[in-house]
C-alpha cells in the first residue's frame, strides 16, 4: 500500500493529490491518501480529509511507501518504522503555504543523502520516483533523535532568554 497525506494545513496540496491519483491505476499497489482540505476528491484511491495521529502512524506502519509533504511528524514517522518515503514541497507560488520553508527543509534533506528519503520537486517525475522506490525494496533505516534534541535545545534557550 501506498499511503499520501498532505497533513492538516490551512491551504490545499490539490497538486499533490491530483498527480497520485492520476497515476494511481498504473502503479500496481493501492493507494491511500489523506487529502486535508483539498478541493480536488480522488477517483482512483481510497482517501479521507483527515485523521488522528494513532491512525496516521498504522497507515504509515502498514505502508510499502509514504509520499508526504514536508511535514516534520510524517517524515519522524516514516523514519521511526523504517517506510521509504518520498518528500514533495508544498510552495508558496502554488498558494500551497505561506512561505517556502518546506523548500528550505528538502533542500537540506536531499543534502544529507538520507537512505530510502526522496524529494521530488518536479511531479512529473514522481511516478518514476516512486517506481524506483517499489522496486529497490524496504531497506533498514536508522532512526536518532540528534535533531529533534538540537531544536528541543535551541527553544529552551530561547524561552530562558539566553540568546
Do not use: W
Not at 116 to 137: A, K, Q, W
Amino acid at each position: 500500500m501506498i499511503y499520501v497525506t498532505v497533513g492538516k494545513h490551512s491551504q490545499a496540496f490539490d497538486r499533490l493529490v491530483r498527480k497520485i491519483d492520476e497515476i494511481a491505476p498504473s502503479l500496481g499497489e493501492e493507494v491511500v491518501m489523506q487529502t486535508g482540505v483539498s478541493a480536488y476528491m480522488p477517483v482512483n484511491a481510497r482517501y479521507f480529509s483527515s485523521i488522528f495521529f494513532r491512525e496516521a502512524e498504522q497507515f504509515i506502519q502498514q505502508a510499502r511507501l509514504v509520499v508526504s509533504h514536508a511535514g516534520a511528524g510524517t517524515i519522524m514517522l516514516a523514519r521511526k518504522h523504517s517506510i521509504p518515503l518520498i518528500i514533495v514541497p508544498r510552495r508558496k507560488r502554488f498558494n500551497e503555504h505561506f512561505t517556502d520553508h518546506q523548500m528550505e527543509l528538502c533542500q537540506v534533506l536531499s543534502e544529507e543523502k538520507r537512505e530510502n528519503l526522496y524529494v521530488v520537486y518536479d511531479l512529473d517525475r514522481i511516478e518514476e520516483t516512486i517506481r524506483h522506490v517499489l522496486d529497490c525494496g524496504k531497506a533498514p533505516v536508522s532512526f536518532n533523535s540528534n535533531g529533534r534534541d538540537k531544536i528541543l535545545h535551541e527553544i529552551k534557550i530561547f524561552l530562558n532568554g539566553n540568546i
